[in-house]
């Protein structure tokens, strides 16, 4: 025979209340600092190379070497010197490159760590043996609509929002879409995205997924856990809708047997 907590499901209960009020903690995102140390190495080096190129140009009297279209480079100090800030200029652009893609796969692995995040916390709130339709974002909305939550009320819905749809334009093509550049404060009426609005807009969202995590968790933990009279008086009506007065009976005691001590 089992014990009291085990038969009168208090301790599934509290257990279930435990995992859900800890869920966020532990979670880590392990990308972001591999990431960061690369990034910091390669903005070093973009530096460096500037200084490089601007050093060249203060020893050319500040300017750039000379090139007529038809008679082509005044002397061959101008061409060495054309050649030099040619290199630089090439390495400058492939850093800048570089820091554009580690960038662009710190924005995807947040979302992703996000909605994986998401799917575990729905999956162990609600018991699912399948979560495979959450890699849409309208199929977790819709999922949680009907569970009597409203994931617009999150404070940082928006935000949320503007994640998934530059990690869907980062994914799915080589430049941000236009229509996407006039939702983002960091891209707004800039003729040029470079890696540091990229990184801009990184760093002001970064924080919304682990509070959108833990706003979402309170919803569902008071959606699950807490009762009020209006909530009861509600499950009776659905019950009162669907089930005939015997079998109604037949719940109250289950539901008397399942909290009686033995």
């Not at 800048?96 to 979302?111: N, T």
């Not at 609005?197 to 924080?207: A, C, H, M, S, T």
């Amino acid at each position: 025979m089992g014990s009291f907590y085990e038969e009168s499901g208090i301790e599934i209960r509290e257990i279930n209340q435990h995992c859900l009020e800890s869920f966020i903690y532990g979670k880590e995102n392990m990308f972001e600092s591999s990431a960061d140390i690369a990034i910091e190495k390669i903005i070093k080096e973009e530096i460096l190379a500037q200084k490089k190129y601007d050093e060249l140009i203060k020893n050319n009297g500040g300017n750039e070497p000379e090139v007529d279209i038809f008679e082509g480079y005044k002397n061959e100090d101008d061409i060495d010197l054309d050649i030099q800030l040619h290199q630089i200029g090439a390495e400058q652009y492939f850093m800048q490159e570089e820091l554009w893609a580690l960038i662009e796969m710190k924005i995807i692995y947040l979302y992703k760590f996000f909605e994986i995040n998401i799917k575990k916390l729905l999956r162990r709130s609600f018991s699912l043996s399948n979560t495979k339709d959450f890699y849409r974002w309208d199929s977790i909305i819709n999922f949680l609509n009907t569970q009597n939550i409203n994931s617009k009320e999150i404070s940082v819905y928006n935000e949320i929002v503007q994640l998934k749809d530059v990690n869907n334009s980062l994914k799915h093509s080589d430049s941000l879409e236009e229509k996407l550049i006039n939702k983002i404060p960091e891209f707004k009426n800039k003729t040029k995205i470079s890696y540091v609005e990229l990184n801009q807009f990184y760093d002001r969202v970064k924080i919304y997924p682990e509070e959108f995590i833990n706003q979402l968790v309170s919803k569902i933990y008071d959606e699950l856990y807490k009762f009020d009279e209006d909530k009861i008086e509600g499950i009776a009506e659905d019950i009162n809708s669907r089930m005939e007065e015997k079998d109604a009976l037949v719940l109250i005691e289950k539901i008397k047997a399942s909290y009686r001590i033995k």
